[in-house]
């Protein structure tokens, strides 16, 4: 199993152009998530997922939308992007369970100029 | 909503040594989970140990041990025999028990202790 993947590891975008993160479970896992992650503001909730064809906004969904149409893909879009969306995302999966924790990626490094 | 709070940006220790991360919590809830994050350089997210709210025991691993005080509200970490290789950020985790699926049972951060060991 590859786990939790992520692609690309690394991008630079200047003001105002879009792009699309993937993450991608092998794990046939129903829940998935997007963070980002900020100096001294640990991990921020962007989007969810609870399944396949569902999504649903955390904690700081502005200026980023979702897709689910596979259960094992989770997108994250940006669709105008801007210097305050520079940060590390990262994308997490986990199974049902009560007791199950959640599965990182390792991270994508965005860079808005 | 739950919040996490973590009062040490920093903390040094000496190889062989402990080291104890402060974590304190607010929540209206009585059943939920609390986890401990380490985040190497290489920024991969590792799941350290978790505790269960319910459970009156202390979680333990290996060398890393908490102290869970439910009724302050506190879940701290300590990292006995320290190590070079435990240098990294460690974060404090949230997350409830409730057996809601749209609540998506989502993790809620603390901003991370950055722990530096010196040889």
């Known amino acids: 199993n590859a786990g939790v993947t992520q692609t690309p590891k690394f991008r630079v975008l200047k003001t105002g152009q879009s792009m699309t993160l993937l993450c991608a479970q092998d794990?046939?896992?129903?829940?998935m998530y997007w963070y980002r992650q900020d100096p001294g503001m640990g991990l921020r909730l962007i989007h969810y997922?609870?399944?396949?064809?569902?999504?649903a906004k955390g904690e700081v969904p502005d200026g980023y939308n979702v897709s689910r149409l596979k259960k094992q893909n989770f997108l994250l879009g940006l669709e105008s992007a801007a210097p305050s969306q520079t940060s590390v995302y990262f994308c997490?999966?986990?199974?049902?369970?009560?007791?199950?924790?959640?599965?990182f990626g390792p991270g994508t490094r965005l860079l808005v100029l | 909503a739950q919040t996490v709070t973590q009062s040490q940006p920093e903390m040094s220790v000496q190889e062989a040594e402990t080291v104890t991360l402060s974590c304190t919590y607010d929540?209206?809830?009585?059943?939920?989970?609390l986890f401990w994050y380490k985040q190497p350089p290489s920024r991969q997210m590792i799941l350290v140990i978790r505790?269960?709210?319910?459970?009156?025991q202390n979680a333990t691993e290996n060398r890393f041990s908490v102290n869970f005080q439910k009724a302050a509200k506190s879940f701290s970490l300590k990292i006995s025999d320290s190590q070079l290789g435990d240098a990294a950020m460690y974060f404090c985790?949230?997350?409830?028990?409730?057996?809601?699926?749209?609540?998506?049972?989502?993790?809620?951060f603390g901003g991370g202790t950055r722990v530096l060991v010196k040889p």
């Open positions: 929540t209206s809830e009585s059943d939920y989970y």
């Open positions: 794990m046939n896992h129903e829940y």
């Open positions: 997922s609870v399944g396949e064809g569902t999504t």
């Open positions: 985790a949230y997350r409830s028990a409730l057996r809601i699926k749209a609540a998506g049972n989502k993790l809620t």
């Open positions: 997490a999966s986990r199974p049902l369970g009560r007791e199950e924790t959640q599965y």
């Open positions: 505790q269960e709210a319910y459970k009156q």
